[in-house]
Each structure stands twice: as structure tokens, then as C-alpha cells.
């Protein structure tokens, strides 16, 4: 069994049914949810193709699970397309910054016991996590010990050097 850490989070729709329905599936099809999160509003991060963007809720997960990482991330890009996540064209660039899109869901592999991957479709531990606070927030709230397998530092030592200034309010 590996300990996988997930957020997961989305600015479209009903987006407490959709946190809801992305961990029913993520305990049928992966594995045990130990641990969650409180519920996280915030802002968009980085660079939006729409003026109009509502901001995300988003969550941590702690999951046990017997599955690979690769097969995991089959199966969270299989709930997100179920759930009505559309992935047309790669997100792009403007301006030298990477341009998001809104969405209902998104599911990110973010840490996998202590595995480092880096490949062309899978990069554990999620490269940019220690760059955004609303990913340190959430993760800080179910595993703030837990060590990042490259930085060495633990997750509340990064989510206090995170120079990310997004305002993360408790949503309930």
C-alpha cells in the first residue's frame, strides 16, 4: 500500500457536490480516504483565459492505496473527464505565463510516499507545490510533517516559505 496525497478543487458548477462526488469516486476506484482537508476558497493562481473566473474550492486527500502512480493518475484524469472536465487543447502561454483554464474538477497528484517520477506525462512530487499556498494549506492541514522527497523540508516548513500571497479562507 503507498500513501498518496491528492488536491483536488474546481471553480464551475455546484462546487461542494463536485469535491463530494470527486472522493466518492476516489474511494471506490483508488483507494481508503484517511484523511481530508477542510474546505479551502481562493482565487485563482496564475493567469486565466476569461476575465470571469469564480474563485476554486479545493482540498487535500490522504489515500491509501495498493494502485501504481501511473495507473492512479489514469484513473483521476478518468473521474475528471466523468465528472465533466473537458481537456481540449493544451492550456497555453501568454505573455511568457502559462494561461488556465475554469473547470469543474481537477484532481492533482501531489505526493506519493516518498517517490520521485519525473516524466513526460507524470512529475511526482507535483513540480509546483511549493510555490502555491493553496496547495501547502490544505496539505498542511492533514500532513504538515510529512516531508517533500527533494526539498527535504516538511510541508508546514514550506507552506511557511511560501512567498505565494493568495488569501486560503475556510469555505465551511
Not at 477542510?38 to 490522504?62: R, V
Not at 483521476?76 to 481540449?88: F, K, P
Request: a negative charge; one cysteine or more; hydrophobic letters at 35%.
Amino acid at each position: 500500500m503507498s500513501n498518496l496525497y491528492l488536491l483536488i478543487g474546481g471553480n464551475q458548477g455546484d462546487r461542494q457536490q463536485m469535491l463530494t462526488a470527486a472522493t466518492d469516486s476516489i474511494r471506490e476506484r483508488i483507494g481508503s480516504v484517511v484523511a481530508c482537508s477542510q474546505i479551502y476558497e481562493t482565487d485563482p493562481w496564475g493567469t486565466f483565459d476569461s476575465t470571469e473566473t469564480l474563485p476554486f474550492l479545493n482540498m487535500a486527500l490522504k489515500v491509501e492505496t495498493p494502485l501504481g502512480a501511473h495507473e492512479c493518475l489514469r484513473v483521476c484524469l478518468d473521474i475528471e473527464r466523468q465528472l465533466g472536465r473537458r481537456r481540449g487543447t493544451p492550456e497555453g502561454t501568454q505573455e511568457g505565463a502559462r494561461v488556465y483554464s475554469s473547470r469543474p474538477i481537477d484532481i492533482d497528484l501531489i505526493l506519493m510516499d516518498d517517490e520521485v517520477i519525473d516524466l513526460p506525462d507524470l512529475t511526482i512530487p507535483h513540480p509546483r507545490m511549493h510555490e502555491r499556498r493553496f496547495v501547502l494549506q490544505p496539505l498542511n492541514d492533514i500532513a504538515p510533517t510529512l516531508v517533500h522527497p527533494v526539498l527535504k523540508k516538511s510541508i508546514s516548513q514550506l507552506l511557511l516559505e511560501c512567498e505565494d500571497y493568495c488569501t486560503c479562507c475556510v469555505y465551511c
